[in-house]
């Protein structure tokens, strides 16, 4: 019977090769796109679960709420990692990695190795406690893991970095001197296997703790917050009890003595305000969306699902065709189906072949899916930025494949069985049936269904486009065109400030500044508390940032200053002056800042000047408060120019560069690409929804297309007696579109406030943002209809453009 059943099944698509082609198309694009989304959703939600006893690994998390909502962060003092270990059974261990960039030797460097001369740059430096390794159990290529980071002066790295600089050759007993540094050796001790794609951590060198101090008693400094800290704890742990009580100790045995200890009123009611808790390593990825200066790139779990709801709703939306097809062509299989129940054949045996036919053809689509998502991993991969693979060796990939196949089949299949098995013969065989029509409101109401989704995804990805567009040429308070930046400048010592002088006289250079505090990211950031002069223990302090520049930061990078004066190197007492942002004298409540002293942990600096306010973070943050001291950091010197031949400037900076530092390659970039780079995985995003959403469309319109075919077919009569009557093909057109006109008005009304309260929620996370205007809608309307009428318009004009003698001659 099964045989009976898979022949019929095929002859019957071959007969209707068009309808075949349609839900086979549709099928297999849908099912592509889950498959490529399914790809990078196993990959987001498998980051860290490689890590042996990955379950009970936990990063120290805060949350502080001063009134003006809950803030969130990860960096610690350099005690909370023993402490915690000393004074807690549960914690079986607690290690501290500390990435911070203000300090020497972590995040980049330039490196020389042995005795050679040339010096490398090199990214990826962090501090590690020899616990780190222990807990994430950190596979090792040469070298022990149980004691690489055991002694002080020590380093290991990873091993593409062993390969890159060692080839094959073991490199354990090599010394790694730092910025020229011939003082300060580093001995390899060990080379770990690279970090994979699905760990958040992606460092290639881990600089030993032991024996290292940041400032005099920093090690035992409760106030001074550097270090991601990651605990192991006990099997049995109940970690929601355990949050409470580890939470609560640190906080009222340390934390607020220590606070109320260095005078800060934010001590006060500290344990009401505040709680620190443990974060499930395997959480990191998707769940740190609202912590704040995070280290690296952390995916949004609202991400995953939205890409998750796109693709199946793809997958329904070329379901939904097979379903539509499937009720409208009925008039070609009902003399079948009453033939076929003449002789005896019951309701269960026609569902059961037409759910085989469903199930064959959706096989078919499933196989030519598989192939059409591996072909286009590549595509995707550089969409995403991230390394994907097929997961065939997972061994739920090839079961739910399998599974899909049935539950895609029947989905698809089983209304259609339904209703065609349900003819009367009688009534068939006497041409007393209305054909195809019986359904009508059915299909009418899934052509809105999937025209609403299609509506959402095109109003999605207008306001996604219009927001991206917002960001990236909206004002930021400065001018990020023109401007180059240029690396290593500290590498040149005390030349540094000629090497600056010598840029400025080049005439293509407009200004040049030597500052690592610049407003794009992956430059330096230092957070610090502010009060007014005298209220240090009476107001509660606000969070700033605090950075060093020099003279002619703000000419170079088109910073206005609107009140005071910059500073001056002539005049002594600017050293320990300040100039600070607008957000910094509203904040502090300042009516007329010039001349008044502001608090920074207790040491007094006068303000000379303000700036209005420039972005330098993304816009999903507020400017903050931002205090701007006179003072050296000269990792970056920027330029100013000015040029319609960048190639030949390129060339006179690199040949001025080699004449300050020949043994170290000339690094630099322009600040604007910098800049669209803070938005790098916003903007993937955009393309990744935009990509879907036209496949989504694309896929809708092959059901309309086939839809209005068969629609138009069963009309022809009707259409040539209209002809005949007298009506005009521009009559006979509107008479075969307005129904379809109808519904997608329909679909357009149920669309927007979906699509509204999606987006809105969306646009929650920046604090700069656009507003969602009515044109944003009306364009979107437009878009649907014209898409609708375009796709159905071929046989419409087709059906009024054909001679009437065709469809009546045989009446």
């Not at 049935?406 to 013969?425: E, I, Q, W």
Request: aromatic share 12%; charged share 20%; glycine share 8%.
């Amino acid at each position: 019977m099964l045989k009976n059943y898979l022949k019929i099944a095929w002859r019957n698509l071959l007969k209707a090769k068009g309808f075949a082609f349609i839900n086979l198309t549709g099928l297999s694009i849908g099912i592509a796109a889950c498959i490529l989304i399914s790809v990078y959703i196993i990959h987001e939600t498998s980051y860290d679960k490689f890590v042996p006893n990955s379950a009970n690994i936990y990063r120290v998390v805060s949350q502080v709420d001063f009134g003006e909502g809950a803030e969130k962060g990860v960096h610690f003092s350099a005690n909370l990692a023993r402490t915690g270990e000393a004074d807690f059974d549960e914690i079986e261990q607690a290690g501290r990695i500390m990435a911070n960039d203000l300090f020497y030797g972590a995040g980049t460097n330039e490196i020389q190795i042995d005795d050679e001369l040339m010096q490398h740059h090199e990214d990826g430096f962090a501090y590690a406690d020899q616990a780190i390794l222990d807990i994430f159990s950190i596979p090792m290529v040469f070298g022990d893991a149980k004691t690489a980071l055991a002694e002080p002066k020590t380093i290991v790295i990873s091993q593409s970095v062993s390969q890159k600089y060692f080839r094959n050759e073991n490199p354990i007993g090599h010394v790694i001197y730092l910025n020229g540094n011939r003082d300060d050796p580093r001995k390899i001790t060990a080379v770990m296997r690279d970090f994979p794609t699905n760990s958040h951590l992606d460092f290639n060198y881990f600089l030993t703790l032991k024996g290292v101090e940041f400032g005099k008693g920093e090690q035992d400094r409760w106030i001074q917050s550097n270090y991601f800290t990651y605990v192991s704890l006990q099997p049995d742990t109940d970690v929601a009890a355990f949050n409470k009580t580890f939470g609560n100790t640190i906080i009222l045995k340390y934390l607020k003595p220590a606070l109320l200890a260095g005078g800060y009123t934010m001590a006060e009611g500290l344990e009401n305000k505040a709680s620190i808790y443990f974060q499930p390593m395997t959480d990191i990825q998707l769940y740190s969306a609202d912590i704040g200066h995070e280290s690296g790139f952390r995916n949004d779990i609202k991400i995953v699902w939205i890409f998750g709801t796109v693709a199946l709703f793809i997958l329904l939306l070329a379901t939904i065709n097979f379903v539509n097809l499937s009720t409208a062509k009925s008039a070609n299989r009902a003399k079948e189906v009453g033939l076929r129940k003449v002789v005896g054949s019951g309701r269960k045996n026609l569902i059961l072949q037409f759910l085989t036919e469903s199930l064959l053809l959706t096989l078919f689509a499933f196989i030519l899916g598989v192939v059409l998502a591996q072909v286009l991993l590549p595509v995707f991969q550089e969409m995403t930025g991230i390394e994907l693979a097929m997961p065939w060796e997972n061994q739920f990939f090839v079961p739910v494949l399998l599974f899909s196949v049935l539950l895609v089949g029947c989905l698809a299949g089983f209304y259609p069985a339904l209703y065609l098995s349900g003819f009367s013969p009688i009534n068939v065989l006497k041409g007393k049936l209305r054909l195809g029509g019986k359904s009508g409101g059915f299909r009418s109401g899934l052509v809105v269904f999937q025209f609403t989704i299609s509506i959402i995804l095109i109003i999605g990805t207008l306001i996604i486009n219009e927001q991206m567009s917002f960001i990236l040429n909206s004002k930021v308070g400065f001018d990020k065109d023109q401007v180059i930046q240029i690396y290593g400048t500290n590498m040149l010592g005390d030349k540094d400030v000629t090497f600056k002088e010598e840029l400025a006289r080049l005439p293509e250079v407009e200004s040049a500044s030597i500052s690592d505090y610049l407003p794009i990211e992956n430059t330096k950031r230092n957070g610090n508390q502010f009060t007014n002069e005298g209220r240090d223990k009476i107001d509660e302090s606000i969070s700033g940032q605090v950075w060093q520049i020099d003279e002619d930061y703000f000419e170079t990078l088109g910073i206005e200053l609107i009140a005071g004066r910059n500073f001056d190197p002539t005049i002594a007492s600017d050293r320990s002056a300040t100039i600070v942002n607008e957000q910094m004298v509203a904040d502090l409540g300042l009516i007329d800042p010039i001349g008044k002293k502001i608090s920074r942990s207790g040491q007094l600096n006068e303000i000379i000047g303000v700036v209005k306010d420039f972005r330098y973070d993304n816009m999903k943050q507020r400017v903050e408060p931002l205090a701007m001291f006179f003072e050296k950091s000269n990792t970056i010197t920027s330029i100013k120019v000015n040029t319609a031949d960048m190639p030949v400037l390129l060339e006179a900076l690199e040949s001025k560069w080699n004449e300050f530092a020949p043994n170290l390659a000339f690094r630099y970039a322009f600040m604007d690409d910098s800049f669209a780079q803070m938005y790098d995985n916003v903007f993937r995003i955009k393309v990744i929804f935009s990509s879907f959403a036209v496949l989504a469309i694309l896929v809708a319109c092959l059901g309309l297309f086939a839809l209005s075919a068969y629609m138009v077919e069963q009309r022809n009569k009707e259409m040539s007696i209209r002809k005949v009557l007298g009506a005009s093909i521009a009559g006979i057109f509107r008479i075969q579109t307005q129904n379809l006109i109808f519904l997608i008005l329909i679909s357009f009304v149920l669309a927007i406030p979906i699509a509204y309260y999606l987006m809105e929620n969306w646009l929650k996370d920046y604090d700069y943002k656009i507003d969602i205007g009515w044109q944003t809608f009306l364009v979107s309307g437009f878009i649907s209809i014209g898409i609708a009428i375009l796709t159905v318009s071929y046989h419409a004009i087709k059906s009024a453009q054909t001679n009437p003698v065709h469809n009546l001659k045989g009446e």
